[in-house]
């Protein structure tokens, strides 16, 4: 709690947190949402440092400036955080008209259209998406981070600590009202599995690999651990501004308003998934499952 306290990043972001409910508050939309949900991940958060062991003093803090490599690693990211968010935006709030960019768009296409061909039988809805997705915040971003320096370890996968025991910690509970669903007849086990599967290809481990395994870890290199949480936290909240401006109704102040009360929290707290797992395992079923249980 002391560190907490003392840390200007987390301080930064209360503030910013605050704020928008404020605004959500005096523009007449409701927060109760929000702040319980906000509640209820901190909680898990405060369980997951507590059942879990700071990173070695060694692994986190990049001793030297960074050189000309991480500065074009950062800009691909950024690049590619900024181009998924106007898609998203055009998707959500332009009746799902796409960007058209040369390269980009013909390898989206193509695992679009893989996916729409070959995932209906394994994703739950929007095969195409399962396929486009991972094209856009994975594969693109992967190869072009590779080709510029980066190396697997760097980007989320390696060994983790303590995955299982926090995984299990954060999905215990959708996990029991998934069961009692199955057991009253309300869904089956292969409908979980097909939404599982479904969330996963189309935003679970995609986006984690975007914003943790890749945006998070390049900012370390530039800012200490607890600002590029923050930094991350925030710019996720943001980057979902087509969904949640068209949730207040096309209301954009509303929407960014929006974006930082409720995903900025779930940027937060998966971010916290991730630096205190080391990997992307937890981050990513955690996020699976919560987006199955808010659907």
Not at 3 to 13: E, N, V
Not at 61 to 81: K, S
Not at 234 to 247: A, E, N, R, S
Request: proline share 4%; glycine share 10%; aromatic share 12%.
């Amino acid at each position: 709690m002391k560190t907490i306290l003392a840390s200007r990043a987390a301080w930064f972001y209360a503030l910013t947190w605050i704020a928008s409910l404020l605004y959500l508050v005096i523009t007449g939309n409701g927060i109760m949402g929000s702040v319980a949900f906000a509640a209820g991940v901190l909680t898990f958060c405060a369980l997951t440092v507590a059942i879990t062991k700071d990173e070695p003093a060694s692994d986190p803090v990049q001793t030297v400036a960074p050189g000309w490599r991480e500065w074009l690693q950062l800009v691909v990211v950024i690049a590619v955080i900024g181009i998924t968010a106007y898609s998203g935006f055009l998707f959500n709030m332009a009746h799902g008209r796409s960007t058209n960019l040369p390269v980009w768009s013909a390898i989206v296409d193509a695992f679009g259209t893989f996916g729409a061909r070959y995932l209906g039988t394994l994703v739950d809805h929007s095969p195409a998406l399962a396929g486009a997705n991972p094209a856009k915040y994975v594969f693109i971003p992967l190869v072009l981070l590779l080709i510029l320096g980066a190396r697997f370890t760097e980007l989320g996968f390696r060994r983790g600590h303590r995955v299982l025991m926090v995984t299990a910690l954060w999905i215990s509970i959708p996990v029991i009202f998934f069961l009692m669903q199955i057991a009253s007849g309300t869904s089956t086990l292969a409908y979980m599995f097909s939404m599982f599967m479904g969330h996963l290809l189309r935003n679970g481990f995609s986006e984690e690999f975007l914003f943790r395994g890749a945006f998070q870890t390049r900012l370390r290199s530039f800012v200490t651990p607890d600002w590029a949480l923050v930094i991350q936290a925030l710019v996720f909240g943001v980057w979902h501004i087509g969904f949640d401006t068209q949730t207040m109704g096309g209301d954009l102040p509303a929407g960014l308003a929006l974006g930082i009360a409720s995903h900025s929290i779930s940027g937060l707290a998966l971010g916290i998934l991730f630096q205190r797992t080391r990997n992307l395992v937890a981050p990513s079923v955690v996020h699976v499952v919560i987006n199955m249980f808010g659907s």
